[in-house]
């Protein structure tokens, strides 16, 4: 029920995207990780729901361990780590509680940086209303969330009945065909309305490199995620960096990273190596 996936459109000849469950894990290879990081300097782009937390049945309800909250400020003391979430980003920065990081909301539309790229800032009162009309449209569904955020929306159907998600989906439809060129993606059990701008998680990632002085092959950025929504990340990296998709039990959904790993216990294993000395 998507409109089109606005990815980053990095180069004409990327690899093709494979399944899931065709990805090496990168613990069956760990020489090889470390063979393809040794000697660079990292910036690491993390996910927080399903990366730095599981997924929760509402997200309010979800939490970051002490264990990967220690995880992530190790990693963030050697290298630069930034935070590129759905929430909001007063919402994540709050989840996860650390100074020293850069934190991206609303997919990337809003960054703490002392720059600002000024992407969907012109259409926040659109997304605010069409988060308005959903909200009256939908509230009425037991399970139904609506997060308005800054510049963004989401709609969460997770606790919805089943026999009531084709109603979510026709109203979320019918709504958002009233704003023809707003964004409108489909992740886990949500759907994410976004300003109709050519700006996603990969277009973020790729500006803050910028921002940091991309050094060519010095720097490796490294983007670990679990959503449909990371893959504008991993598509924006390929070649350049490295993509590492948290699968879960998504082993056929197609992805363009490089490696995976299991669950977000395996994320926090993985920051503790990147940590080390």
């Not at 000849?13 to 069956?28: K, M």
């Not at 990967?68 to 509680?97: C, H, K, N, W, Y």
């Not at 998680?201 to 910028?210: M, T």
């Amino acid at each position: 029920m998507t409109k089109a996936d606005k990815t980053s459109n990095v180069g004409n000849s990327l690899p093709a995207p494979r399944a899931a469950d065709a990805l090496p894990f990168l613990f069956d290879d760990l020489d090889g990780f470390q063979a393809r990081i040794a000697g660079r300097q990292i910036a690491l782009f993390l996910d927080f729901d399903g990366t730095l937390t599981a997924i929760a049945e509402r997200p309010e309800l979800a939490k970051m361990s002490e264990e990967m909250r220690t995880a992530v400020r190790r990693a963030a003391a050697r290298f630069q780590v930034s935070i590129i979430s759905g929430r909001d980003r007063p919402d994540v920065e709050a989840l996860v509680d650390l100074d020293n990081l850069i934190y991206a909301g609303s997919h990337g539309f809003d960054i703490s940086h002392p720059h600002d790229h000024g992407q969907g800032a012109p259409y926040r009162e659109t997304i605010q209303n069409i988060g308005e009309e959903l909200y009256g449209a939908l509230s009425s569904i037991d399970g139904v969330v609506i997060e308005r955020k800054k510049l963004s929306v989401a709609v969460h159907y997770r606790l919805v009945a089943e026999k009531n998600v084709g109603k979510v989906n026709a109203v979320v439809e019918e709504i958002t065909k009233k704003y023809p060129d707003i964004g409108l993606i489909a992740g886990k059990k949500v759907f994410e309305i976004l300003p109709p701008v050519d700006w996603d998680k990969g277009k973020a990632v790729l500006w803050l490199l910028d921002r940091f002085g991309d050094n060519g092959d010095e720097v490796l950025p490294i983007y670990i995620g679990d959503d449909v929504t990371d893959e504008a990340a991993f598509k924006a990296l390929s070649g350049k960096g490295i993509g590492i998709f948290v699968c879960g039990d998504d082993g056929r959904r197609e992805t363009r990273a490089d490696l995976k790993v299991r669950d977000v216990a395996e994320v926090g294993r993985l920051l503790a190596l990147l940590a080390e000395d």
